[in-house]
C-alpha cells in the first residue's frame, strides 16, 4: 500500500474539501464534522476509507475519536511519523 506524503494543514484541507465535497473555506481546525458540516457518519466512514486506500493506515477504534478538522489532521500526522 502507497504510503501518504506529509502535507501542510492547507493541503491536507485542500484533499479533505476534494473527498468529501465541500468547500475549502468551511474546513476550519475547530468546524466538528457532523455537527458544522453536516457530514454523516458513512461519509466519515467513505472518507476515512479512501484514505486508508491512498496510504493512511487506518485504526478504526481510534478513527470514531475524530470529531473536527483538527482532529483528522492531527490523526493524519501522527500516522504519517509512524
Known sequence: MPRLEALSFEEFQKLLA???Q????LLKPE???IND???DSIRI???LLRLEQMGLPLALERAWEIQTVGDAYRYYQEQIKS
Open 22 to 25: 465541500i468547500e475549502i473555506a
Open 45 to 47: 466512514v467513505q472518507t
Open 37 to 39: 458540516l453536516g457530514i
Open 31 to 33: 468546524a466538528y464534522l
Open 18 to 20: 476534494e473527498l468529501l
